[in-house]
Structure formats: structure tokens, C-alpha cells
């Protein structure tokens, strides 16, 4: 889900400004969860009018790391947006060390600078590449950090929430509180002109939020954090890879993606470095 998420995020963009689809996206996510709530788990819904505060400003950094994504697709490129948005698991691996008293391995430390190495190498290959465009591709790059350093404050307070609510719970609220927080800044008029095939597109967006999610925490239940957090930066790679294919097809309904040897060889270090940071060995 999250491997074509960029893609189809930069396609909605050209008809749709950004406010309206994230705010749909909350909006198809949260009617989910809603319904499942309502005949599986009553109860979860009371969270609705007595939130506590750390789980409001849990909910302000997921929404402002749509938005600041949703933008860094659309200054960018699908490919440029996710590996920058892989800063947010090696962020967090640093919250760990600094909140909750984690050690950080001699690997992790290599991983971390391998990373930073890397981000830097993937920079410069496409500031080259954009001869005129430069100034948007780095708004659109720091966009895209800004919001995964949110997502990073966002899942460093879920370690804590997720000891005290269910999962059901805690994403009700947090698929429901920006609802009304985008609801000022949604263009409702350009819904209404929508095409049958722009509609499909943001069901499927708001679908993507809801079925990632879900399926992120059964992971959770499942498998280990470190695991689940080495698979979550393979997402970078479903992406180039579909994107390749476009650009090799030359399809006219979004931009080609630029690909350099060494701005894939800058990707490939930069999600290596992320991997050994977020990598943790498990105990017997």
C-alpha cells in the first residue's frame, strides 16, 4: 500500500490540491474504523470525547505528516519523497536512545552516518539534474523530512499510548481528529467535477490509509518492531521499481522519474544506512 501511495498521491495532485485529499483520505479511514468500532468494539468510541493530551499531539504530528508528504510528492517526485521520508525510522531509533534509554550499537552508529552519506549523494544527483527547478525540488525535499520527523514524534508517543488504549481506539481518534482540522481547507467545489476515474483514485487513497494501518499493527502484533521496520523501508524500492517501469514506458499521465547510476547507488546507501539503524537484534 505504502509502496504505491507516492504514486498515486502525485497523480491525485494534478486535479485535486492537497487539503482535499488528505482530508478525504481521514475522512474514508476514519468511516472505516467507525463502522468496525461500532459492532466489534462499542466501547472504543468514548475515546472520541476524552482523549488524553499526549495522544492529541500524537495525532497533530500524523497530521501534519500527511501533509507535509502529500507536498513533498507534489514539489517532487514518488522516488524522491519516499527515500526522504525514510529519515523518519532513523529518527526514531534516536528518540530511543534519548526517551526510553536504548543503546545504540556500534552498527547502528556506522548505519546512521552510511545513511546520512547516502541522503546526501541522492540530494546532489538530482540538484544537477534540476537545472532551474532547484529551488522547488529542496522545498519539496524538506517537506518531505519535516514530515517524517513528525511521524518520528508521532510513533514515539504510540509506544506509550498503545500500553494504555487498544489499537481500534487509538486509531479512531487519530483517524478523527483531522477531519475537522482540514475541514476549513477542503475544496469541496472540485470534488463535485470530478471524473469517475479521479473518484476511484481517492477511494483508493482513502482506502490505502485505512488497510496500511491496520495491517501495520497486526504486523506489530505478529513480528517485532526491528523486523517490521527493516520491511517498512523496502517501500522505497517498490517504488523506483514502478516507477522505472513508468518512465521506461513513457506514460503521459505522470512525470518521468530521474535515474542516475549514482543517485540509485545514493538510495541504495541511504536505505542500507536506515536498515542497520533500525535493525535490532532480538532476544531469545
Excluded at 492537497?18 to 468510541?45: N, Q
Excluded at 514539489?75 to 525510522?89: E, F, I, M, S, W
Excluded at 482540514?182 to 482506502?207: C, K, Q, R, T, V
Excluded at 517504488?239 to 522505472?244: A, D, L, S
Aim: proline share 4%; hydrophobic share 60%.
Amino acid at each position: 500500500m505504502w509502496g504505491v501511495l507516492a504514486i498515486a498521491l502525485k497523480v491525485a495532485s494534478k486535479v485535486i490540491d492537497s487539503p482535499t485529499i488528505v482530508w478525504f483520505r481521514f475522512s474514508l479511514a476514519f468511516s472505516g474504523m467507525a463502522l468496525w468500532a461500532v459492532f466489534t468494539e462499542p466501547k472504543a468510541l468514548k475515546i472520541l470525547y476524552k482523549p488524553s493530551l499526549i495522544l492529541v499531539v500524537s495525532t497533530l504530528m500524523l497530521a501534519w505528516n500527511y501533509i507535509g508528504f502529500m507536498w513533498g510528492v507534489q514539489y517532487t517526485t514518488p522516488g524522491n519523497a519516499q527515500v526522504a521520508v525514510q529519515t523518519g525510522p532513523v529518527v526514531l531509533a534516536i528518540f530511543g536512545v534519548i526517551f526510553f534509554k536504548e543503546k545504540l550499537s556500534l552498527m547502528q552508529g556506522f548505519g546512521f552516518l552510511l545513511a546520512l552519506v547516502g541522503f546526501w549523494i541522492f540530494y546532489q544527483q538530482h540538484v544537477q539534474a534540476l537545472s532551474g527547478q532547484t529551488g522547488e525540488y529542496t522545498k519539496g525535499i524538506l517537506l518531505t523530512v519535516s514530515a517524517a520527523l513528525t511521524w518520528a514524534v508521532y510513533a514515539a508517543m504510540q509506544k506509550k499510548l498503545i500500553l494504555q488504549h487498544p489499537v481500534t481506539t487509538l486509531n479512531l481518534f487519530i483517524f478523527g481528529l483531522p477531519i475537522l482540522l482540514y475541514f476549513p481547507f477542503a475544496n469541496f467545489e472540485s470534488l463535485a467535477h470530478l471524473s469517475l476515474g479521479y473518484w476511484l483514485l481517492l477511494i483508493f487513497l482513502g482506502a490505502n490509509t485505512l488497510i496500511s494501518y491496520v495491517c501495520l499493527s497486526l504486523a506489530l502484533k505478529y513480528m517485532e518492531a526491528g523486523k517490521v521496520s527493516v520491511l517498512l523501508i523496502l517501500n522505497p524500492i517498490i517504488t523506483f521499481v514502478i516507477m522505472g517501469v513508468l518512465t521506461w514506458l513513457q506514460v503521459s499521465w505522470i512525470a518521468p522519474e530521474h535515474f542516475s547510476v549514482l543517485s540509485v547507488l545514493g538510495a541504495l546507501i541511504a536505505l542500507g544506512g536506515a536498515m542497520l539503524v533500525v535493525w535490532k537484534k532480538t532476544k531469545s
